[in-house]
């Protein structure tokens, strides 16, 4: 579903902006339909395009995901009223070590931030910019970038992220998701494949901890996926691999996993396969 926006015909142009204070964050896209402007463009978001999400309650960019979709209508109660509902499914949340503050943005890279706001809005013309920050001037003079009131979904410029967020625009290749037929349903199925398994083996490594008495387990996702305390002050971390297969003997680690097991000691690498049988044991170094 698409419409006459300014980022309409670039495809380039694949990065959004969730504000909301909601605690499930990461979680799917809703709105109400047809829903206000900034509501409404739930129905644009295309399989493939990355997600930041803004905590109001932390004022900061707390994560990122991707749209796995496919986009769907379903009816749902919206403060208080039942009705129907755009609904956008994403996938692979990972949270951001440290958050993007809104306040180092203002401090560091405010003036770039509205250069990049001002040429938005002059490429959009009359059309509405839909952009989730304003700028707020005294005299005429920029003084602070803000988020809209409102702006549950906006659209967050290239040229923005490539300021804001550099490594997720560098991992996050377009070419990743495209699909020389057209059809998206490849990348759904295996997206939505991959982050249902990654959820389950997560889950099913907190169950484990707690079996084995830990005190408290903590899922953060990055640099790793979870924190374990004992009861006698040690302090775990634990980095989860899932699979959909029987019988994994390897896994598959980032260089950064692999940086922060050589940092921090003890780390654990959980493993969960098929048969759903979680395990531990120390990452091996070689």
């Given amino acids: ?4 926006y300014w980022w309409s015909s670039d495809p380039s142009e694949r990065y959004w902006l969730e504000t909301t204070e909601r605690h499930d964050i990461g979680g799917e896209l809703w709105a109400p339909k047809p829903g206000a402007p900034f509501q409404k463009l739930v129905s644009q978001v295309q399989v493939g395009d990355v997600v930041l999400h803004y905590s109001t309650n932390q004022q900061a960019i707390v994560g990122y995901s991707v749209a796995v979709g496919p986009l769907q209508e379903e009816v749902r109660e919206w403060r208080g009223v039942r009705g129907p509902q755009w609904v956008m499914p994403v996938g692979e949340f990972r949270l951001l070590r440290p958050p993007v503050a809104l306040q180092e943005i203002n401090d560091h890279l405010f003036a770039a931030v509205v250069e990049v706001i001002e040429q938005v809005k002059q490429t959009a013309g009359k059309r509405s910019a839909y952009l989730g920050w304003d700028i707020r001037r005294s005299g005429g003079v920029p003084t602070e970038i803000r988020p809209h009131e409102g702006g549950y979904l906006s659209k967050f410029p290239l040229a923005l992220a490539r300021l804001v967020v550099p490594d997720i625009v560098a991992d996050e290749s377009p070419a990743k998701y495209a699909n020389p037929t057209g059809a998206a349903q490849g990348y759904v199925s295996d997206a939505e494949r991959r982050a249902t398994t990654e959820r389950y083996a997560v889950e099913c490594a907190e169950k484990y901890y707690m079996k084995q008495g830990a005190i408290e387990v903590t899922r953060l996702g990055k640099p ?14 634990v980095e989860v691999k899932g699979s959909s297969v ?3 003997d390897a896994v598959q680690l980032t260089s950064n ?3 922060h097991a050589r940092n921090w000691v003890p780390t654990d690498l959980g493993r969960v396969d098929q048969e759903v049988q979680a395990q531990d044991r120390r990452v091996s170094m070689v």
């Fill in 1 to 4: 579903m698409t419409s006459d």
């Fill in 246 to 248: 029987r019988d994994i």
């Fill in 257 to 259: 996993e692999v940086d």
């Fill in 224 to 237: 790793y996926d979870l924190l374990v305390r004992f009861p006698s002050g040690t302090v775990r971390h």
